[in-house]
């Protein structure tokens, strides 16, 4: 079992920065894929950013070039800095661990983030 704990949510205005971050502790596996996802009222939870644990990236279209995701291995973090901030990207977000090679992921609690207009 993986226990995953995000902090750094919260609101913020149009064209601002908020840097989200995630532990994992438990049961991890060294070859392993963090990452965030989000969900908005009434929407689908949907991909954010991934990240494996040899550094290979994945981006949903709608936040390449304002949010970067990284981590820090040795403390089985994972960071998602996002900038240039837009109102719809206002939403729950998750933060995931799985397995390499294994479908289903591990979730946070989830942190709030609203960006005001």
């Known amino acids: 079992q993986v226990q995953l704990v995000e902090s750094g949510g919260g609101l913020v205005q149009a064209g601002g920065s908020l840097r989200l971050s995630c532990a994992a502790s438990?049961?991890?596996?060294?070859?392993?894929?963090m990452g965030w996802y989000r969900q908005a009222p009434g929407k689908q939870r949907e991909l954010v950013a991934v990240?494996?644990?040899?550094?290979?990236?994945n981006y949903a279209d709608s936040v390449k070039g304002r949010f970067t995701i990284s981590r820090d291995n040795a403390k089985n973090t994972v960071y998602l800095q996002m900038n240039s901030l837009k109102p719809e990207d206002t939403a729950v977000y998750y933060c995931?661990?799985?397995?390499?090679?294994?479908?289903?992921?591990?979730w946070g609690q989830g942190t709030q983030v609203t960006v005001s207009s």
């Open positions: 990240i494996s644990s040899g550094g290979t990236t």
């Open positions: 995931s661990y799985r397995r390499w090679g294994v479908n289903d992921n591990n």
């Open positions: 438990g049961s991890i596996f060294s070859i392993n894929v």
